[in-house]
């Protein structure tokens, strides 16, 4: 079974709107990172947040960590129709710092 | 600087064949890892590689095989080719294997099989 799970699958807004999505995981871990994809293409890498982290920015972009409940949130403020993809959390393998997990993706739609 | 480069992006195969993509990873990054995504089963790890040896292999069968070299380039290879191939294939690239090293991603490879 998959390591991360994000909710909700898909999330549909309007430009200007926040977006907010969560990830839960099963195992501790050390790290935890955010991809956006954008249809058809590869994944971009958001941000990374370290499990002694609660809390990291980056522009319009807002994580955070809970490792008590084993679960992140990325924040989209003041969407824009650019901002319309697929996120994916992942995380570390057990037994491999390479070998990411990843969760089935939330799906946004920012409709102009 | 350029960031991971995937060739070929597209391609079309038949059943039976074989295929090899390649990866040139970051300038500096010594760790290489394969990904397959499909819409049914999502991202799926393939291989690890990190200075020329395969540190960890994914739930694929003996088919899907890679090799990386010493300027950390990396290929991936399938024979025999099967429509349920069919997917985009992601490698990434990170500097080492610690804990908190980023790993960036390539554009894929289209892979269709028919």
């Known amino acids: 079974s998959q390591q991360g799970e994000e909710d909700p699958q898909a999330l549909s807004i309007q430009e200007g709107e926040n977006a907010t999505m969560n990830c839960s995981y099963k195992?501790?871990?050390?790290?935890l990172q955010w991809y956006r994809q954008n249809s058809g293409r590869g994944l971009v890498h958001l941000i990374l947040i370290r499990s002694n982290e609660r809390e990291k920015h980056s522009g319009r972009l807002r994580v955070t960590l809970d490792t008590s409940k084993k679960s992140s949130s990325l924040l989209i403020t003041a969407s824009r129709a650019a901002d319309t993809a697929s996120y994916f959390c992942?995380?570390?393998?057990?037994?491999?710092?390479?070998?990411?997990?990843f969760g089935a993706g939330t799906q946004v739609v920012v409709t102009p | 600087k350029a960031g991971v480069t995937q060739t070929p992006r597209y391609l079309i195969k038949t059943r039976g064949q074989q295929v090899t993509l390649s990866c040139s990873p970051i300038s500096g990054h010594r760790s290489v890892s394969w990904y397959q995504q499909t819409p049914g089963q999502g991202l799926q790890f393939l291989f690890e590689?990190?200075?020329?040896?395969?540190?960890n292999k994914g739930n694929f069968p003996g088919r899907f095989s890679g090799r990386q070299f010493s300027n950390s380039r990396s290929e991936m290879n399938v024979s025999t080719l099967e429509l349920g191939d069919s997917a985009l294939y992601l490698c990434a690239s990170s500097f080492g294997q610690g804990e908190g090293n980023t790993i960036y991603f390539g554009e894929g490879s289209w892979l269709t099989v028919v």
């Open positions: 992942a995380t570390p393998g057990a037994d491999s710092w390479g070998k990411l997990q």
């Open positions: 590689y990190f200075s020329e040896t395969q540190r």
């Open positions: 195992t501790s871990i050390n790290n």
